[in-house]
């Protein structure tokens, strides 16, 4: 079965300084992972996709995130954060159950950015 | 713009009283989700339909009923809420067409509150 681990529940760390959100999913199959974030009281809005292709992705708000298949991980990255990236993200990966497509969610990580 | 909406954003009901949540979508997006993400935890997938066909997560309690009367609308039924069923609702959709595999988008979820 897919799982994912987010190591990480909480990272605090100061404006303008980079970010690291860690995450590791276990898969026997062709994997597609994703990072979204939720703001409070609101849903999840998408930060970016690995589907396949280069391992270096972009995505939204300045994020990016390396797909490493030695290492099964898919760390989310930002070089200088701001205030309004407090928030919690979600590492998900994409699984085959009963021949249709579900999430699998990490437990999430709690970013605190502090001035 | 497209989008996936959420009614109402806050819930309050009494132990017991049956609940309705709803969901629409205006992207057109053949399969919907219901989650449910209690406070700091993952979302947690309860059910999803794919167009009209309904799919019911094992460990879903059989308090917790869907409709989807048409491609845009999907409800979230509460036959007897308790306490435990306090928790913010999340709906998603997706499109999902052979091999594709398109993210998932979520609307801002309904916070349910039990009395």
């Known amino acids: 079965a897919q799982s994912v681990t987010q190591l990480d529940s909480q990272v605090p760390v100061f404006e303008e300084a980079p970010v690291e959100l860690r995450c590791n999913y276990s898969?026997?199959?062709?994997?597609?992972l994703f990072w979204y974030v939720q703001y409070p009281n609101q849903g999840l809005q998408l930060l970016l996709k690995?589907?396949?292709?280069?391992?270096l992705v972009k995505g939204i708000n300045g994020f990016e995130a390396e797909f490493n298949k030695s290492q099964t991980s898919f760390h989310l990255r930002k070089p200088s954060v701001h205030i309004s990236d407090t928030a919690e993200y979600f590492c998900a990966v994409r699984t085959l159950s009963g021949g249709y497509n579900k999430l699998i969610f990490g437990a999430g990580t709690r970013l605190a950015v502090h001035p | 713009d497209a989008m996936v909406i959420q009614n109402p954003r806050y819930q309050v009901t009494q132990f017991g009283k049956p609940v309705t949540l709803s969901c629409s979508q205006t992207l057109n997006h053949n399969v919907m989700y219901w989650y449910q993400q209690k406070s700091s935890q993952a979302p947690k997938l309860l059910f999803h339909y794919y167009d009209k066909d309904f799919n019911n997560e094992a460990d879903t309690p059989d308090n917790f009923q869907s409709r989807r009367p048409n491609t845009s609308f999907c409800f979230l039924d509460i036959r007897s809420p308790g306490l435990g069923d306090a928790a913010m609702y999340l709906c998603?959709?997706?499109?999902?067409?052979?091999?594709?595999?398109?993210?998932?988008?979520f609307g801002d979820g309904t916070r349910l509150s039990i009395l």
């Open positions: 690995y589907l396949s292709g280069s391992t």
């Open positions: 898969s026997s199959v062709s994997v597609y």
């Open positions: 998603a959709t997706s499109r999902v067409n052979g091999r594709s595999n398109q993210p998932q988008h």
